[in-house]
């Protein structure tokens, strides 16, 4: 499914997506999934997500700030995704940074996300391959973490997909590279973040490669629209929630993904 027909394809399903984001995510998640045309949930309690994930069309988990509750909550709704053949992303944020973050991004994906996506560094470091990365941010290039990213893709059966300047996705066989976006895309709180919702929100109405691809596609031009008229974070920010909206299937320059 090309990326254009993804975006028709989420417009007409609406989609309702379980989002496990962090604190600092949830405003900006939701935004981006309500413009882009999803419909996003932010449950967490230990007690219900069970029971929630299987209504949804997606599941997302992101461990930006993680806490024992919340990570007991996040096993057990990717469990609950994996018995409903639900599919479900997993965003490591900065798993290197501490023992406790790491165990708990091994196991989560011990549940074998469907598509798991991550900065340079945090693929690199998931992979035993080092990493330079500091907190939430990168120090690695994207071309440096793909053999990285091959080799999860691989050895866990699941789509990678690394954000960068030029972002790069794999399902250990096919290989894809998607270029747009602006320059001031990283200056904006938990934009990764929202991607990784809005990710979750294209896999609940098509395939997961093709799903990343489009869903990478999508952000890729609703940035590189804002960044024409923006003035500076504040100013971007609102356009760039405008694009998502504004972009109709059709729009989307699929010249952008480049396959191999």
Not at 28 to 51: Q, R, W
Not at 86 to 104: E, K, M, N
Request: proline residues 6%; aromatic residues 4%; glycine residues 10%.
């Amino acid at each position: 499914m090309t990326p254009n027909a993804a975006l028709d394809a989420l417009r007409t399903q609406a989609p309702l997506v379980h989002c496990m984001t962090n604190y600092v995510a949830m405003n900006i998640a939701a935004n981006v999934m309500l413009a882009a045309g999803a419909s996003p949930a932010m449950i967490h309690a230990e007690e219900e997500v069970a029971d929630f994930t299987p209504i949804c069309g997606a599941l997302t988990i992101n461990i930006g700030t993680l806490s024992p509750p919340w990570l007991t909550a996040m096993l057990k709704a990717a469990g609950s995704a994996n018995t409903a053949s639900v599919p479900w992303v997993l965003d490591p944020v900065a798993h290197f940074a501490t023992p406790y973050r790491g165990d708990a991004a091994r196991q989560l994906l011990g549940f074998k996300p469907t598509i798991l996506r991550g900065n340079a560094s945090e693929i690199m470091a998931l992979s035993g391959a080092g990493g330079a990365g500091k907190g939430a941010d990168s120090g690695d290039e994207v071309a440096a973490a793909k053999d990285s990213a091959i080799t999860l893709a691989t050895t866990h059966g699941c789509v990678v997909a690394i954000t960068g300047p030029v972002d790069f996705v794999t399902d250990g066989t096919r290989q894809a590279e998607i270029t747009g976006g602006d320059a001031m895309m990283p200056k904006i709180t938990a934009l990764g973040c929202a991607l990784t919702a809005l990710t979750g929100a294209y896999a609940a109405v098509t395939p997961p490669l093709e799903a990343t691809v489009a869903a990478l596609t999508h952000f890729a031009e609703a940035g590189e629209q804002a960044g024409k008229v923006a003035s500076g974070p504040g100013s971007f920010s609102l356009h760039f929630l405008d694009h998502l909206h504004l972009i109709q299937p059709g729009d989307l320059d699929e010249g952008r993904v480049t396959w191999s």
